[in-house]
């Protein structure tokens, strides 16, 4: 259900999107539906609360020998950018945290805290080490989290850009900004 919800909203927009359309694209009727949720707002939140752990694990994820700060952040921005590509993560930007109840925004704000807190802490390690040159981490951590994000805005699954293009070439014009001189 979650998945067939995530691209219709993607795709439609949340407010465009009923439940009805949810059910028929299913198969199954609306209170069939009911019967797994209590509304469309849970279901959103379903899926950019499973979106946001997607980009949490993506920024977790280092492979083994990255060493330096700068090979940490360029293996996360790698990852990330690949997950933001996906309809859960897509839907993260795509719509607006108002659209959630006061619970579901507070947790939604949670959990892009700890992937801001993740990146920064690598931004850090990378000036720490020497490896990016120094800046705020407050600032290039949010440019860098903001550009990875807007792929969600603008990238089509049935274009012409590969998520593993978009994932390389983002990588590159981003750290070239960054990288130590």
């Known amino acids: 259900m979650l998945e067939t919800a995530v691209a219709m909203f ?3 927009g949340f407010r465009a999107t009923s439940l ?7 198969g199954v009727t609306k209170p069939t539906v009911y019967q797994y949720v ?22 977790e994820t280092v ?15 790698h990852s990330y950018a690949i997950a933001m590509t996906k309809d859960f993560c897509r839907c993260v930007t795509r719509i607006a945290d108002s659209e959630l109840s006061a619970d579901s925004r507070r947790e939604f704000r949670r959990l892009k805290r700890e992937i801001d807190a993740l990146l920064r802490e690598i931004v850090q ?11 705020d ?5 949010f440019t ?17 850009m590969s998520p593993e293009f978009i994932a390389s070439n983002m990588v590159r ?4 900004g960054l990288e130590r001189r």
């Open 144 to 160: 860098l989290s903001g550009a990875l994000n807007w792929i969600g805005r603008w990238y089509e699954p049935s274009g012409q």
């Open 38 to 59: 209590s509304g469309k707002e849970e279901i959103l939140f379903d899926c950019v609360k499973r979106g946001l752990e997607m980009i949490r694990t993506a920024a």
């Open 137 to 141: 981490p407050r600032i290039i951590t």
């Open 125 to 135: 390690s990378g000036m720490d080490d020497g490896s990016l040159q120094h800046g």
């Open 20 to 26: 009805d359309d949810v059910a028929k694209q299913l």
């Open 10 to 12: 993607n795709e439609k």
């Open 173 to 176: 014009t981003l750290l070239g």
């Open 63 to 77: 492979p083994e020998g990255r060493h330096t700060g700068r090979d940490r952040l360029e293996a996360v921005m």
